[in-house]
């Protein structure tokens, strides 16, 4: 498949809020079921070994105009959780037979609750995870956990899901996860060549496609990439950090390359790199899952960071693996997570002396010129010191 | 008779009037400050953690002088010192959309520590970060402890997702009291984990907890004898600060029920900082946390229109009571780990509408008032469908304002006073209509 047809087809999944993906893959075999799930993770393993369609639901972005979700939340909460209620109450999830909202914090912890009152005929599940990293402590915490959605899945499906199911689909989501390592190592060595623009739309076809198709097409991608020939600027390169949940608009992210940056590391979409290591798909499959998210998972500031001298350690990890000149903070307004986080990061990175600058978005911004100011000063400046 | 061994409270109410309970509890909670600002001259540790999921008892089992953060934000909050200690940490780096709690906190930090009654306080020994019922205390902490770098320990109490309390949560808890809270406090403090201690904290507990309950249950009278709100901060002051397990928290509520319950003989209603409230007009039941910078103006609104808050979620967020939840020495752990997995805001949302309604039926209120707190998302997020949700199901009438905790920036008397006149309009009208129906 030539490069143009690839990005355009991730655009148009990107863009597509009626999940007519979804709905054609239900409509392929009778009976299939497809299970919705909010930022920032879930064990989709699980959803795969039941046979079912994991389908990443992260807000409406700027093609929603909502206007039944804002009679939901004050002008104070963030924008996620009321596109998300407007494709809910416009019918556009009524493809899902259910939804999972896992962990992340108290406006999307809450939603869980709200989603049960308002869509009563659906399976809504809140998914915690462990705050305590110790195998039989957190780890038995979560292993329970996950059962019981195994156990939901279960019944909805009307059959057990059994550990060679899970082992499989483990399998499946290694693979993904391996073909999405080597896209932003590619991403991060010649970023000329796979511009975060399209890595992103590559990531989001994972959303909405089983994960053998999206790891078919991030090979694809990579394989259409590497043979073009693209030009290469003299951009500073950046770690963008704080959209773990609600997303920038594509545009922003288009901005913040035009203004003279690579983004050779990112947290978008981290469900799909949440697990840093293969799980293993021999032994007990919940422990296995439930070991990987204990030592082996992202850090991000949904969760809790054991030891002070930990915090900001992933993002170093991120600025010096990838050669980064600097980082972008970039979070969603009254987003709590990330914006109480910030502050220590940025302790961090001045210890560090990694350049850093910030700013806020909505999944809806649309003016870029202040974006586009602001990156491209930051840009300019990094260009300066690393000459000076 | 039994004598009642109180302190006297030494205050004379002035032009402000105030029970004999609520200016006593002012008194502990000055003298806690006191004990928190003498703490290290005197050899004592020093604890910190959260109202919410609070677990006192244990705290003094290792005899830490325990201070509460958001009680100190409070109350910088009500002596209007907490504006500049935001503003201080929004210069420093905080964004303007988060926690005003933590920014107050922060802000104090970045003044000298100084604490609301004008003694410094001192840096914790321990942070216990008890993840009960709202995500930014995780954060919270990591700040204050990237600051001091002092110790600190996490107690993560699972959120109750699918409204029940499942046996692998409550195990899940025990199982961190047991291998990481409790072997945490007995190094930072030197001292050793005696559980008959724990016992015997846990028994004073129980009788506080049940003299509380009869207090706030007191509301269901006519006229009420309390306001569950705006009183009811005060009553819940000691319970769920510093004080819970402590004899004279028990002591406390032996007091301010046999207050309460003279106020009931008597057919009295509550009293207000201008007086005892004569004519009850509407019973109400709040949800969300007060504002602090401005508390007796807020307060002010409701009695004036003659309005009692008969019941409040608020005055259940560092312990759910009144559905016969008690402190257990018989299965001490296991207890505490009830208590803090049954806070307000580790309930899920049906949870708390089914509780709201249940308070609009048993204390026959007039309707739902919601304060919606820019600053609390663990509160605020998503009741609007509360409030539609409650109308629906009790055919009572609610109404929404918005206010913040101690960002004093955030709270517009006008509007405010606007929205609750149209509110008791409302209820008038209602009434009016129910009367005409019958008639």
Redesign the interface.
């Known amino acids: 498949m030539k490069l143009t047809d690839i990005v355009a087809r991730c655009e148009h999944l990107f863009e597509d809020l009626d999940f007519n993906a979804v709905k054609e893959w239900k409509a392929a075999q009778p009976g299939r079921m497809a299970i919705g799930y909010m930022p920032i993770y879930v064990p989709r393993e699980i959803i795969h070994a039941a046979g079912m369609l994991p389908v990443g639901i992260y807000g409406g972005g700027d093609q929603i105009e909502v206007i039944q979700g804002d009679?939901?939340?004050?002008s104070?909460?963030c924008r996620i959780?009321r596109s998300t209620v407007e494709l809910g109450l416009t019918g556009r999830l009524d493809c899902l037979d259910g939804m999972l909202?896992p962990?992340i914090?108290?406006?999307i912890?809450?939603?869980?609750?709200?989603w049960?009152?308002?869509f009563k005929d659906k399976y809504v599940?809140?998914?915690?995870v462990?705050?305590?990293y110790?195998d039989?402590?957190?780890g038995?915490?979560y292993a329970?956990?996950m059962q019981?959605v195994r156990e939901d899945l279960a019944k909805l499906r009307g059959k057990p899901i059994t550990d060679d199911e899970l082992r499989a689909a483990i399998a499946v989501y290694n693979d993904n996860r391996a073909a999405i390592a080597e896209l932003y190592a590619y991403r991060a060595q010649a970023p000329w060549q796979a511009p975060t623009s399209e890595v992103y739309l590559v990531l989001r076809a994972g959303l909405v496609l089983p994960p053998e198709a999206h790891t078919q097409l991030v090979r694809d991608y990579l394989a259409a990439v590497k043979a073009e020939q693209r030009p290469k600027k003299d951009n500073a390169r950046v770690v963008l950090t704080g959209a773990f949940c609600e997303q920038p608009p594509l545009s922003l992210i288009k901005s913040i390359e035009m203004a003279g940056c690579y983004v050779v590391d990112d947290d978008f979409v981290l469900v799909s790199r949440w697990l840093r290591e293969p799980v293993p798909t021999d032994g007990d499959p919940l422990t296995a899952l439930s070991k990987a998210f204990l030592h082996h998972s992202v850090q991000s500031?949904?969760k809790?960071?054991?030891r002070?001298e930990d915090?900001g350690k992933f993002l170093l990890h991120q600025v010096k693996t990838r050669g980064a000149e600097g980082v972008i903070f970039a979070a969603p307004?009254?987003?709590?997570?990330a914006?109480?986080?910030?502050?220590?990061l940025?302790?961090v990175l001045a210890k560090h002396k990694v350049p850093y600058t910030a700013f806020?978005y909505a999944e809806n911004t649309g003016q870029m010129a202040p974006i586009r100011e602001q990156a491209g000063t930051f840009a300019d400046s990094i260009k300066l010191w690393s000459a000076a | 008779m039994a004598t009642i061994q109180m302190p006297q409270s030494q205050k004379k109410p002035a032009t402000v009037q105030k029970e004999d309970a609520m200016l006593l509890q002012k008194e502990m909670i000055n003298r806690n400050y006191h004990e928190l600002a003498t703490a290290h001259e005197t050899g004592r540790k020093v604890s910190a953690t959260f109202v919410p999921g609070n677990l006192n008892e244990l705290l003094m089992c290792f005899d830490f002088a325990r201070s509460l953060p958001e009680t100190n934000a409070l109350q910088n909050g009500m002596r209007k010192k907490s504006g500049k200690m935001i503003m201080d940490a929004e210069r420093d780096g905080h964004s303007e959309d988060v926690c005003t709690y933590v920014k107050a906190d922060l802000g104090m930090m970045l003044q000298g520590e100084v604490g609301p009654t004008g003694e410094k306080l001192p840096r914790p020994d321990v942070l216990l970060l008890s993840y009960t019922g709202c995500f930014t205390f995780m954060k919270w902490f990591e700040l204050v402890r990237q600051k001091y770098d002092c110790e600190t320990v996490m107690l993560h109490v699972p959120y109750q997702g699918d409204g029940h309390i499942s046996p692998n949560m409550r195990e899940y808890v025990v199982k961190q009291l047991k291998e990481k809270v409790i072997p945490t406090l007995e190094r930072v403090s030197g001292v050793k984990f005696d559980i008959d201690r724990l016992r015997q904290y846990m028994r004073e507990s129980t009788k506080a907890e049940e003299d509380l309950v009869a207090v706030l249950h007191s509301a269901k009278n006519r006229p009420s004898p309390i306001d569950g709100y705006f009183g009811g901060v005060y009553y819940i002051g000691p319970i769920f600060t510093a004080f819970r397990g402590a004899p004279e928290a028990t002591e406390y509520y032996r007091v301010l029920r046999a207050e309460i319950e003279e106020r009931v003989r008597a057919k009295k209603g509550p009293v207000t900082p201008e007086g005892e409230l004569e004519d009850e007009k509407y019973r109400l039941v709040v949800e969300g946390p007060p504002n602090w910078t401005h508390f007796r103006d807020f307060w002010k609104m409701f009695y004036e229109e003659g309005a009692v808050v008969v019941a409040s979620t608020y005055s259940k967020v560092g312990g759910v009571y009144d559905f016969g939840f008690r402190h257990d020495p018989d299965h001490p752990l296991e207890s505490l780990a009830e208590y803090c997995l049954g806070c307000y805001t580790n309930l899920n949302f049906p949870q708390r509408i089914d509780m709201i309604c249940r308070y609009l039926d048993e204390y026959q209120a007039d309707g739902l008032l919601i304060n919606s707190i820019k600053s609390c998302n663990s509160f605020s997020a998503g009741q609007l469908l509360m409030l539609r949700e409650v109308e629906k199901r009790t055919g009572k009438p609610a109404a929404f304002i918005e206010s913040d905790l101690v960002d004093p920036r955030y709270f517009s008397a006008a509007n405010i006073k606007n929205r609750l006149e149209s509110y008791f309009q409302m209820i008038k009208q209602k009434r009016a209509a129910a009367g005409a129906a019958v008639h």
């Open positions: 009679a939901y939340y004050q104070y909460i959780p909202f962990s914090c108290d406006v912890r809450n939603l869980s609750g709200m049960q009152l308002m599940h809140y998914v915690d462990p705050q305590n110790d039989s402590i957190g038995e915490f329970h956990e019981q500031s949904p809790y960071d054991e002070r915090k307004s009254f987003c709590d997570p914006l109480l986080e910030r502050p220590m940025q302790e806020k």
